[in-house]
């Protein structure tokens, strides 16, 4: 069985005493020691010469009472400016600002300069607590003023913090609601899963979709999870009105332009037959009119048609896919002119395959009409920009871009024939796959559609 050694016997004859001097202890010793030479030769010289008793004694009384207060002068002039300095720095330590140090005299050297320290530091200290003290109310006053529900929770997910929105939506003061758990606020699905995220909520103070933010913040050193929600109800439903007004105006035109000549033609027919005698070319006449009645009707119902195919777009089921196949049997399926496929890295993508092969020959269809104009060509590529992201290209070498602001919008067309969902349904299909879709212009002519979806776990090489 082993013993541990004794510090202390470590150190050898060298051993830290038992009893530690105080500083004024010190002094006192060390000016003891430094007038006891002095002192010493001083009664010597008075004892061995040729004074009576009477001057020896006065003489030494004298010399011990000007030595104890010369060394009490001495221990006054180190402690008591020390001690002013020890009792500013314990007030800086308690967050008081309000004592000063003084040099008195013309005092220099390393005590005057710690005072100025002291002094400075205080300053410092003083403004640093004041912008803090700022800081924090600022802060307060927006987390109180702002119209999203700030939650923060420790590691227990007891609740921490909240601001007024956060009351609002709970139903509760602030004291009613201090220390509960997540679970009992209802709160513990906002506390896991991804974020940013839109999130149903079913509280007292409201419901319906609202985006979740998570993050983490460190209050008096403990860490706590912080949660933002803010209600997207009244921006929807904005979005809503403004997304049904397009819709209605462009389904009002749509049927205006075939429901108007359907009525100038129909009433051109009713005038011809009321005619006496009937006209020789009637039956001709009745006809075309017939005819191109039935091709307004016809195109109607294919736009009806594709508005119905835009509405009804399913959930995609996705499931890991290569993207080289996909691509080139996309591009082997466009006729018109040969599309050139540089292949990239390998790549894997969660994938829906029919909605992506329907993505990707709405692309490279765009892109071919548009190079049959010019006389160009099509070429589709892609890379792995950084590691979680694939970006795909289908470029093309037509006349470019002119009107980019309406791309998007369904049923919009500069196509003479087009049913103008295409682009909008490329981006339905892209947003379903977590991903997005950009046209740009490219130079010096043509255009490009950049795919971005996020690659599959283990997806790229």
């Known amino acids: 069985m082993s013993r541990r050694a004794n510090p202390a016997s470590r150190r050898g004859p060298f051993r830290r005493p038992r009893h530690h001097l105080e500083f004024n202890e010190r002094i006192v010793l060390l000016s003891v020691l430094a007038g006891l030479p002095a002192f010493t030769l001083a009664v010597f010289?008075?004892?061995?010469?040729?004074?009576?008793?009477?001057?020896?004694?006065?003489?030494?009384?004298?010399?011990?009472?000007?030595?104890?207060?010369?060394?009490?002068?001495?221990?006054a002039s180190l402690v008591k400016p020390i001690r002013a300095l020890?009792?500013?720095?314990?007030?800086?330590?308690?967050?008081?600002?309000?004592?000063?140090?003084?040099?008195?005299?013309?005092?220099?050297?390393?005590?005057?300069?710690?005072?100025?320290?002291?002094?400075?530091?205080?300053?410092?200290?003083?403004?640093?607590?004041?912008?803090?003290?700022?800081?924090?109310?600022?802060?307060?006053?927006?987390?109180?003023?702002?119209?999203?529900?700030?939650?923060?929770?420790?590691?227990?997910?007891?609740?921490?913090?909240?601001?007024?929105?956060?009351?609002?939506?709970?139903?509760?003061?602030?004291?009613?609601?201090?220390?509960?758990?997540?679970?009992?606020?209802?709160?513990?699905?906002?506390?896991?899963?991804?974020?940013?995220?839109?999130?149903?909520?079913?509280?007292?103070?409201?419901?319906?979709?609202?985006?979740?933010?998570r993050t983490t913040i460190r209050q008096d050193g403990a860490p706590l999870r912080l949660l933002v929600l803010s209600d997207l109800t009244r921006a929807l439903r904005e979005e809503e009105r403004h997304a049904w007004k397009r819709i209605i105006r462009v389904l009002g035109h749509e049927i205006n332009n075939s429901l108007a000549p359907i009525k100038s033609i129909a009433g051109s027919l009713r005038t011809l037959m009321r005619r006496q005698p009937a006209p020789a070319d009637l039956e001709t006449e009745l006809a075309g009119g017939l005819k191109v009645i039935a091709g307004r009707a016809e195109s109607l119902g294919r736009f009806m048609a594709a508005y119905a195919r835009l509405t009804r777009l399913p959930d995609p089921v996705l499931a890991p896919a290569f993207v080289a196949p996909l691509v080139r049997r996309s591009a082997a399926l466009e006729t018109r002119?040969?599309?050139?496929?540089?292949?990239?890295?390998?790549?894997?993508?969660?994938?829906?395959?029919?909605?992506?092969?329907?993505?990707?020959?709405?692309?490279?269809?765009?892109?071919?009409?548009?190079?049959?104009?010019?006389?160009?060509?099509?070429?589709?590529?892609?890379?792995?920009?950084?590691?979680?992201?694939?970006?795909?290209?289908?470029?093309?070498?037509?006349?470019?871009?002119?009107?980019?602001?309406?791309?998007?919008?369904?049923?919009?067309?500069?196509?003479?024939?087009?049913?103008?969902?295409?682009?909008?349904?490329?981006?339905?299909?892209?947003?379903?796959?977590?991903?997005?879709i950009v046209l740009r212009n490219r130079n010096p002519r043509g255009a490009v559609a950049v795919l971005s979806l996020p690659l599959a776990p283990g997806g790229s090489a």
């Open 337 to 436: 002119l040969p599309v050139v496929v540089k292949e990239g890295p390998p790549a894997q993508v969660l994938a829906d395959p029919d909605q992506f092969d329907q993505l990707l020959i709405n692309l490279v269809r765009n892109a071919a009409d548009a190079s049959l104009e010019s006389g160009g060509g099509v070429t589709v590529h892609w890379r792995i920009p950084n590691g979680r992201t694939l970006e795909l290209f289908v470029e093309d070498e037509g006349p470019g871009l002119k009107d980019q602001s309406n791309l998007f919008v369904p049923f919009f067309t500069t196509k003479p024939g087009g049913s103008g969902i295409g682009l909008a349904l490329c981006r339905e299909i892209a947003e379903g796959h977590g991903g997005r």
């Open 86 to 213: 020890s009792m500013v720095l314990s007030a800086l330590r308690m967050g008081d600002f309000s004592l000063h140090t003084r040099v008195r005299g013309n005092v220099r050297g390393p005590l005057a300069a710690a005072f100025r320290e002291a002094n400075q530091l205080k300053t410092i200290l003083r403004e640093q607590r004041l912008g803090a003290v700022e800081a924090t109310a600022l802060l307060r006053r927006v987390l109180e003023e702002i119209d999203v529900a700030v939650f923060a929770f420790d590691s227990n997910e007891e609740l921490r913090l909240l601001n007024r929105a956060g009351e609002r939506l709970l139903g509760q003061p602030a004291d009613n609601l201090m220390g509960m758990r997540a679970g009992r606020l209802n709160l513990a699905e906002a506390l896991s899963g991804t974020a940013p995220r839109t999130l149903e909520v079913r509280l007292p103070g409201g419901q319906g979709r609202w985006e979740l933010r």
């Open 45 to 75: 010289l008075l004892w061995t010469g040729p004074f009576d008793p009477v001057a020896r004694w006065s003489a030494t009384a004298a010399l011990v009472f000007l030595w104890t207060a010369l060394t009490l002068v001495l221990r």
